[in-house]
C-alpha cells in the first residue's frame, strides 16, 4: 500500500511575521521558514504507517519553488522513501494546490494521502477536502487517530461536538490533527541518508493542470491594536455608554 | 551510553562568520588541489543566521579574500557608509558633535558597508553548501570528545528529548558522536566549549583575563523622510556615565527604511543595581536617536556578549586536535568595534593550516602551533597589535583620558609606542557589593520609544521546547540566594537582557529564585558577569533560542 505525503514550507511558527507597508501581503524576506507543524504531523503518520508494516512506500510532496526542497528533505530525514517537488509559484491556492496533487497521486496509485489539517499561513483548511472531491474518493479530516485495516482505515477525527469516528473505504484521503502524534526529530545520520534519496522535480506546466487564480487579495493588514477597556461604575453610566459611545443600543 | 558517531575530516563548531569562513576555505583548497576532504559544520540555531547578532558596520577586507568575487554572487552588502559621525552625550539632551579630526583613526568608515550579520552569515552558509560543506542547523555540540591521550577527537551533539528531569522522553534521540582529525571551535564570544577548552589546557597561562561587554539591539522601520541610508552615528556619555559604566550606542540606517539602534555597555561596570536593558531603553529617549525613531515601528530585538580583550586577552589558540577560531578565542578589533572580518580571517587562516596539515599528515589529534606563525605573520594580527591599548586604556583612564589616549595612540603614532598596557581584572570580580552601591531608578517605558523585557523578548522570536532540562545550569543551587542575593541584590535579575532570572518572594516565605530558560537569548552574559561564576552556560535542546531576522 503506497501513502502519499503532502508538505508545504511555511514561515517558521515562532517567528512574528509582520505586514508589508504596501498591504500586499506578509514580509517573508529573510524570514525562517519550515514545514507546516500540521504537515510535520502528517509526514510522521505516514512513517508509522511504514513502520508498521501497513504501507511498503512513503512518498512526500511538495508544490512549490526550489526552496522547498529542505522541506522535503525533512520529510525524508524523518522516513520517507522518496520526494517530488512540483515547481511552479509559491502562492498558489488550494483549489490549484489540490488539482496538481490529484495528478500526483493519480501518478503514483497511491491508496491514502495524508496532508496536514491547513497551513500556518494561510489557514484556510480546504486542500485535503478539495483533494477528495476531486478524486472522488473518501476523506477523513482532523484525524486525530488512523488504523489501517484490510481495504479501509478507520479514523477519529476532532469535531465540534466532539469525536467522530468514521470507516473509510480506500482511497482516502486524511488530514492531520494536532494531536494524532507527536513528530519524532530528524537524527544527523538520518539527515545524512535522507540526502542520498531520490527527490524528483516536476515541472508543474507537465501535470496539465489550470493552476490560474480564482482569487485576488484586495488587501492585508494587521489586526486593529485593542483598544484600553473602560470602567463603569453603575449600571446607568453602563447604559448611557453603550448608547452614546458605542453606539449598540 | 553506546553513541552511533559519524566521521569528518574536520568539524567546526558554529555557523557564524568564523566558523563558515574555515569551512568554505578549506573546501576551496580541497576542490583548487582535488583533493578528498569532509567538512561539516554544527550550528544550534535553527538555521545559520538565527543567532547571529551584531551591529554591524562590515569591513570587506577578509570578504574579498574568500569571494573576490562577492559583489557580482550578490552577497548581501547593500549599504555602503555615507556618513559617519560621532557625538558626545552631555546630557538626556545635549549632544557635541566630535570633529572628524578628533576621531581616532580606527573609527573612519570609509569603504565599508552596513550590513544585517545574520543575513551575510545565511550568504555564506548557502556558499559553503555550494561548496561541499555538509552543514547541520539544529545541533548544538555539547561536549569535546577526548581520545586516550587527552587529544580532542572531535564533540558529540546535545541529546534530543529529555524532559525536565532529565528522563528520556518518547521521541528521545541520543546525541552523535562527530570525530574529527581537527576540530575548530567558532561558537563566538564565551562559547561554553571553549570555554572549557581554555581551562583544560591551560589556554590562557600567559594572557590577561578576557574582557566583555553586552551588546543590545533593535530594527525599527521608520518613516520614509526620517531615513538616511548610510548614515552611521556612534555616541558615547549619556546615559552611561550617569552609572559610571563604559560603552557607547550606534545607529546605523540600512535599506528598506531599517535602522538599527544599540548599545555596547562595558560587562567590567562596577554597580549590581545598574541594568543593561534599561541604559539602552533611556537611550533612545535622547534627541539624537528620538528624531530619527519617532513614529517608527520597532521591529526586532536582540542581544549578544561580545569580547573585547583583544590582543592581550587572547589565549593560545591551538591544542592537540583542536583550533579556536573568531570570537571564541577574541579576535574582535575593539577599537574599530568590528569583528566580523577579524573573525572571517582567523577562520580562514585557520583553514590553510589546517589543509596543508592534513595533505602532508592525515593524522587525528595533531596540535597545530603552525597557526601562531601564520596568525603572527597576518595582517589581522596587525590589526589587533595596533589596536591593543584601546581597551586598557579606557578601562584606566576613563571615557574622555581613554578616548584621548586612543586619539594619540592611533592617529599619532599609529600603534606603535612601545608600550602594551595590561587589564588582568576580570569582569565578574568587579562588581561591587549592593551596600556600597547607590540604587538605581530606571524610568517606566514609555511604549513609543522604550519598552518593557517581555515584549522586547517578544520581538526576538525566542522559543524553547518547555519540557526539556533547565539549560542554565548552577553549580551551587544554594549560592544565589545564600550570596549573590544578600550581596549583590542577585544582579542576575538586571544584567540579563531577557528576565531569564528572577527573585521571587511571597509574604513571609523564603524568596525562591526562578529561572525562566524559555526567554534565553543566549548572550552568554550570565555565565560572564555572575560575581560567583555560579551559573554555567550549556545549550538548550537544538534549534532553540532566538530567531532572529535579519540580525
Known sequence: MKVVVAVKRVADANVKVRVKSDGTGVELGNVKMAINPFCEIAVEAAVRLKESGKASEVVAVSVGTDASQEQLRTALAMGADRAILVKGADTLEPLAVAKVLKAIVQREAADIVVLGKQSIDGDNNQTGQMLSALLDCAQGAFASSIEVGDGNVTVTREVDGGLETLQLTLPAVLTADLRLNEPRYASLPNIMKAKKKPLDVVAIEELGVDVSPRLTVLKVVEPAERQAGKRVSSVKELVEKLRNEAGVI | ?551
Not at chain 2, 575530516?9 to 576532504?37: F, M
Not at chain 2, 593550516?353 to 595533531?366: Q, T
Not at chain 2, 542554565?472 to 544565589?480: E, Q
Open chain 2, 1 to 551: 551510553m553506546q553513541r552511533e558517531s559519524m566521521e569528518f575530516d574536520v568539524v567546526v563548531v558554529g555557523g557564524g562568520p568564523a566558523g563558515l569562513s574555515a569551512a568554505i576555505k578549506l573546501r576551496q583548497l580541497a576542490v583548487q588541489n582535488g583533493v578528498e576532504l569532509s567538512v561539516c559544520v554544527l550550528e544550534k540555531g535553527a538555521e545559520v543566521g538565527a543567532h547571529i547578532m551584531s551591529g554591524a558596520i562590515f569591513e570587506p577586507r577578509a570578504l574579498d579574500e574568500l569571494f573576490p568575487d562577492w559583489a557580482g554572487m550578490k552577497a548581501p552588502l547593500h549599504t555602503p557608509v555615507e556618513s559617519d559621525e560621532i557625538y558626545y552625550l552631555n546630557s538626556a539632551r545635549g549632544a557635541v558633535r566630535v570633529p572628524d579630526l578628533f576621531v581616532p583613526a580606527t573609527m573612519h568608515n570609509q569603504g565599508n558597508y552596513i550590513v544585517s550579520l545574520g543575513n551575510l552569515c545565511r550568504w555564506l552558509g548557502e556558499q559553503a553548501e555550494r561548496l561541499g560543506v555538509e552543514v547541520f542547523p539544529g545541533f548544538p555540540a555539547a561536549d569535546v570528545l577526548y581520545d586516550e591521550q587527552g587529544r580532542v577527537k572531535g564533540v558529540v551533539t546535545a541529546d534530543m528529548g529529555l524532559d525536565k528531569q532529565g528522563k528520556p522522553k518518547d521521541g528521545f534521540v541520543p546525541g552523535i558522536e562527530l570525530h574529527a582529525k581537527q576540530t575548530l571551535f567558532a561558537e563566538g564570544c564565551r562559547g561554553h566549549l571553549g570555554k572549557s577548552l581554555i581551562q583544560r589546557f591551560n589556554l590562557d597561562a600567559e594572557v590577561d583575563a578576557q574582557h566583555y561587554g553586552l551588546g543590545i539591539k533593535e530594527i525599527w522601520e521608520v518613516p520614509e523622510f526620517q531615513h538616511r541610508p548610510g548614515l552611521v552615528v556612534h555616541s558615547t556619555g549619556w546615559p552611561l556615565k550617569e552609572a559610571k559604566a563604559q560603552g557607547g550606542a550606534f545607529m546605523y540606517h540600512l535599506e528598506d527604511r531599517q535602522v538599527v539602534v544599540g548599545q555596547v555597555l562595558d560587562l567590567n561596570y562596577a554597580n549590581p543595581y545598574l541594568s543593561p536593558f534599561d541604559e539602552f531603553q533611556q537611550l533612545k529617549h535622547h534627541p539624537l536617536f528620538a528624531e530619527y525613531l519617532s513614529g517608527g515601528k520597532r521591529i526586532s530585538y536582540g542581544a549578544r556578549a561580545i569580547a573585547k580583550g583583544g590582543l592581550q586577552s587572547l589565549p593560545r589558540m591551538h591544542f592537540p586536535g583542536g583550533l579556536l577560531i573568531g570570537c571564541d578565542a577574541g579576535t574582535l578589533n575593539f577599537a574599530k568595534i568590528k569583528g566580523s572580518h577579524t573573525a572571517m580571517k582567523s577562520g580562514m587562516l585557520a583553514a590553510e593550516v589546517v589543509f596543508e596539515s592534513l595533505r602532508d599528515n592525515p593524522e587525528p589529534g595533531l596540535d597545530l602551533a603552525n597557526y601562531a606563525n601564520q596568525f603572527r605573520q597576518s595582517w589581522l594580527y596587525e590589526e589587533l597589535y595596533q589596536q591593543r591599548n584601546f581597551g586598557p586604556a579606557m578601562h584606566r583612564f576613563g571615557n574622555l583620558v581613554g578616548a584621548a589616549y586612543a586619539w594619540l595612540d592611533l592617529n599619532l603614532f599609529k600603534g606603535r609606542l612601545p608600550w602594551t598596557l595590561s587589564d588582568p581584572a576580570p569582569d565578574h570580580d568587579r562588581l561591587l557589593p549592593a551596600r556600597q552601591a547607590a540604587r538605581i531608578e530606571y524610568p517606566k517605558p514609555d511604549g513609543v520609544l522604550s519598552f518593557d523585557k517581555l515584549s522586547s523578548v517578544f520581538l526576538s522570536n525566542t522559543n524553547h521546547e518547555e519540557d526539556q532540562p533547565c539549560h542554565l545550569t548552577l553549580l551551587s543551587s544554594v549560592v544565589p540566594l545564600a550570596v549573590n542575593l544578600p550581596i549583590y541584590a542577585e544582579p542576575a535579575q538586571r544584567y540579563c537582557p531577557a528576565g531569564v532570572y528572577e527573585v521571587l518572594q511571597e509574604k513571609g516565605a523564603e524568596p525562591v529564585l526562578q529561572i525562566n530558560a524559555q526567554n534565553c537569548l543566549h548572550c552568554k552574559t550570565c555565565d560572564i558577569k555572575d560575581p560567583s561564576q555560579n551559573i554555567l552556560w550549556r545549550p538548550p535542546e537544538g534549534g532553540g533560542g532566538p530567531s532572529y531576522t535579519s540580525m
